[in-house]
């Protein structure tokens, strides 16, 4: 049997196999943030398509952390009764599922939060003029409170346990990012203060849920922009929570404002240039050729950077990012490379290529990786569904 199907743990969670779902923005809740049947058919789906555990788009931890409408938003307990519907939509297929929790910090929508976007300090959004306003050290410390009290809702709701999201240039990552975090008081400077609010949201986090529900954390292994995380910044990070006591960590990479490194593959021109105005077009025009390089497709494009992280962490590592063949996700796990194989793309073309893989079949993937995916999804917020049109 193929080591993908044997089960494995992160933390006190019993994973069948080794396949997850990594978190993945639908846009298909109501205009008012509530689950609807759409929502809950998408869990379903996936949960019976085999995958061992599912990570449902980013749920927001407060109203200023929002980037997309039609979205969960956790910061009221009127979500725990919606939350556990998903959690029992995907249980009885033996699928465990896990919230991810996040803040866009620089990267939220004012369209939604009606306010200008907060964030360690006020660096510039590309492609583009708009500045975020750097947040007050009272903001940051309920901030941290919203994600615990997040999590506490998630607990409450069934789920099997809650990710930080600290990757993709939002609001953690923008605080372990000497790019975006130029602060000179204790959240920045040095590695130690640049990494205190993810230390602190773990540690308030835990308290709120108690000592064996899971916490895990995506982290962006590198930034890929010049004065961004490195990798050996990364491992530090990751050897602090390792020691604090992270369940499992999911390791990404790259930021928004270098275009899609972090969902690498085709560049679709129409939708990245499509309802922008006339300054932020030219901006795209002027990026496009270093946005095209910096997209290049290869295969398990961060597999490399989890590889060098699991060597020095004791707590369960997941691949993620342009993870497309059998032979080399089965090879992953069996070198030790990773525990964990999570995927996006390909599940929203086929949300059961669990078993296709499971029954052997040939090239059980069809993702092209062609991205439209991700700009309808995450930059027009179109309901999640795949958008590939052969040409
Ligand atoms: C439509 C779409 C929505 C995404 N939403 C999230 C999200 O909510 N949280 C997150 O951490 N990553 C998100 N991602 C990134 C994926 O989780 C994943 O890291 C990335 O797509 C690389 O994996 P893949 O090559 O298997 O697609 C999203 C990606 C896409 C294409």
Redesign the pocket.
Known sequence: MSVLFTPGTIGNMELKNRFVR????ECLCSDDGRVTEAYLKVCERLAKGGVALILP??YSVNQLARAHPRSITADTDEVIGDLRKVADRVHPYGTKIVA?LNHRGRHANRDLTGSRPVAPSPVRVKPGLFKPRPMTTDEIERTITDFSDAAYRVREAGFDGVQI?A??GYLINQFLSSYTNRRKDEWGGSLENRMRFLVETYRSIRTRVGADFPILV?INAEDCVEDGVTLDESISFCKTLDELGIAGIEV?GGIADKGLV??RGDVPGDLVRRNRGFVQRLLVRLMENSMREAARFEEAYFLPHAAAIKKHVKAPVIA????RTPAVMEEAIRTGQADFVS????F?RQPNLVNRMERGEADPISCTNCNR??LE??VHHSPLRCYYTPS
Do not use: N, W
């Not at 993620?320 to 993870?323: A, F, H, K, M, Q």
């Open positions: 990594s978190a993945t923005v788009g980013s991810q999201h990757a993709h995506k990404s972090t969902v993620v990012g342009g993870l995927l996006c793309r390909p929203i995916c991700t999804i995450v």
